[in-house]
Structures are given as C-alpha cells and as structure tokens.
C-alpha cells in the first residue's frame, strides 16, 4: 500500500522555524519526486518546493527561496522541508505528494494537479 505521512507542523511566532517530514512507503522511493504544497483558507493550492533526482536543483516557490529548504533522506524514504523565517502568510495546510519521475512537470510542481500520492496534510500555523 502506498501511504505518505506527513507531519511536522504547529503554532509558530514570525521569525520562527519548523521542519516537517514526509515519510513514503509502498513504492520506490528515489523513482519519484516529492513535493510540497500548501493551501490557505480561501485559496488555490500551490507548490512550495520539489525535489527528485532529475531536477538538477529543487524547485521552489518565488514566495518561499531563501527561507525554505528541501532534503531527502533516500534511507529513510523521507523528505524534510525545513522553514525558516516563517510569516503570517505562510499559514497554511501543508501536505506532501509523490510522483512518477517520468511524470513530472513543471506545472505540476506549482499546482499539485496530476500528482499521484498525496499525505493527509499538516497545519502550519505563524502568528504575526
């Protein structure tokens, strides 16, 4: 059974950091790309980072380079995306999604749409 668990996520003052954690099982782990995206209330989803073996670099937001940081740990079929700098408009519900490499596009890395697993979701919380 595929299953992505994510977790991670709180209450935070602005300036402060959480890291959350993607946990994958159920398939081959370094054939996919991971993904993080995010969805405030009242708006769309977007892509907050990626990573996989094809992207020469992580993707990430416009919104979030500079403070956010994409890892993966292969043995632990994890990725980590650490948040530094958190602000207020990052709160949001956080979920991480798995795909294909050979499926990967780049819209698909902004909006989430066509990307194949997904976690339940973590609240992230940054109160100003």
């Known amino acids: 059974e595929v299953q992505l668990v994510d977790s991670g996520g709180g209450l935070v003052q602005a300036g402060g950091s959480l890291r959350l954690s993607c946990v994958a099982s159920g398939f081959t782990f370094a054939g996919y790309a991971i993904g993080w995206f995010r969805q405030a209330p009242g708006k769309e989803r977007e892509g907050v980072s990626c990573?996989?073996?094809?992207?020469?670099?992580?993707y990430y937001a416009d919104s979030v380079k500079g403070r956010f940081t994409i890892s993966s740990d292969n043995a632990k079929n994890t990725v980590y995306l650490q948040m530094d700098d958190l602000k207020p408009e990052d709160t949001a519900v956080y979920y991480c999604?798995?795909?294909?490499?050979?499926?990967?596009?780049?819209?698909?890395?902004?909006?989430?749409?066509?990307?194949?697993?997904w976690g339940k979701g973590t609240l992230v919380t940054v109160s100003a």
């Open positions: 990573i996989s073996t094809t992207l020469h670099w992580p």
């Open positions: 999604a798995a795909v294909n490499l050979l499926g990967l596009t780049i819209p698909m890395m902004k909006t989430g749409n066509g990307m194949e697993y």
